[in-house]
């Protein structure tokens, strides 16, 4: 019975998309990632800011592949804008670190609980939780990476 109620619902064929489901273009996945950074700037945490780094990271992978496949100027120079950015270099490792995990090159980072003063920015309550790479909340790179991304498609 089940078998059959599904084959009788007409269903979009996977193997004729790119991407996963219906995050088939550079802006689903762009628009996935907006939604995924909302989320850790809400709420942050180890799993938040897990779940913002996979498409903050690997969105220049989908943009330099349709950019290839329709000769693109523009995502040619986008994707060298941002391998020139420190922001996208340290979004990268982390987002590496997560995938082959090797304690010697892990990126320096600690959870700071509570607002402190010059890590603090508006909106923030006061039992706010800071990732720090370095000593930098990761806020600053994932914003200057975001705006990268952002002008892009802004452009498109």
Avoid at 12 to 18: A, G, I, L, P
Wanted: glycine residues 6%; aromatic residues 10%.
């Amino acid at each position: 019975m089940l078998i059959n109620s599904i084959n009788s619902v007409k269903l979009k064929r996977v193997s004729d998309m790119s991407g996963l489901f219906e995050i088939a273009t550079s802006k689903d996945m762009f628009q996935h990632l907006e939604s995924k950074y909302q989320v850790y700037l809400s709420t942050p945490s180890t799993g938040t800011l897990l779940d913002a780094l996979f498409p903050f990271s690997h969105l220049q992978e989908w943009i330099e592949k349709e950019g290839s496949q329709n000769d693109d100027k523009i995502a040619k120079k986008f994707v060298e804008l941002l391998f020139k950015s420190e922001d996208y270099r340290i979004i990268r490792e982390l987002c590496n670190h997560t995938k082959h995990f090797r304690k010697k090159s892990a990126p320096d980072t600690t959870i700071v609980k509570g607002a402190r003063a010059g890590l603090s920015r508006a909106g923030d309550n006061l039992g706010h939780v800071y990732l720090l790479v370095g000593n930098q909340d990761i806020r600053v790179h994932l914003s200057a990476v975001y705006k990268i991304y952002s002008d892009y498609f802004n452009h498109k």
